[in-house]
């Protein structure tokens, strides 16, 4: 059995999955703001992502929450999909101390997503304010990006312009040393 994309569509879903997701389309709507969206089975594995680069032509990128051992501070990087993820080089990258991927509780708590639909997206939410937003330079110079939409059934195509506007915040550019990983 194949992996299900959705065609291309415009505009909001008729169900909304969540708080968060519902939060991200009323956003999109007040801000006129164009994107593409596909609905698809659960976008998790490379495997997956690799599904959902064709249907849009564009290629996915991997959102990470991160915390520090005392869990009271937090990072969202967005970096390439296919590139692996090296706690110690995110830290050396903004010189702060190793950190660690945030927990599925906290995740709901920040960012009102689960594992697999993490996004920048999330940054809407006020309990999000304190997060610092990073981002890979190669990512961020591209003119067009595909995110979760807060469900990782929905994937949004925007572009990195209109997406900073959205949520009000330029990220921290980072150079991730990483080679990207062949596509299968």
Request: proline share 5%; with cysteine; hydrophobic share 40%.
């Amino acid at each position: 059995m194949g992996f299900y994309t959705s065609e291309i569509k415009t505009g909001a879903p008729e169900v909304f999955k969540s708080d968060t997701q519902k939060l991200i389309y009323d956003r999109l709507e007040c801000g006129r703001v164009a994107y593409t969206r596909i609905e698809s089975d659960p976008g998790i594995s490379m495997d997956d992502c690799l599904n959902i680069d064709r249907a849009f032509g564009i290629e996915t990128v991997k959102t990470i929450l991160l915390t520090n051992r005392q869990k009271n501070r937090f990072w969202l990087y967005v970096t390439h999909a296919r590139k692996p993820f090296v706690t110690k080089e995110f830290g050396a990258s903004l010189q702060i101390p190793r950190v660690s991927f945030a927990d599925e509780e906290l995740m709901k708590k920040i960012l009102g997503t689960s594992h697999g639909a993490a996004t920048p997206f999330g940054l809407l939410r006020e309990e999000a304010a304190d997060v610092v937003f990073v981002m890979d330079r190669d990512v961020a110079a591209r003119k067009r990006i595909v995110i979760t939409d807060g469900d990782p059934c929905g994937f949004i195509a925007i572009s990195n312009h209109d997406l900073f506007q959205l949520i009000g915040r330029e990220p921290i550019l980072i150079e991730n040393p990483a080679e990207i990983s062949p596509a299968p």
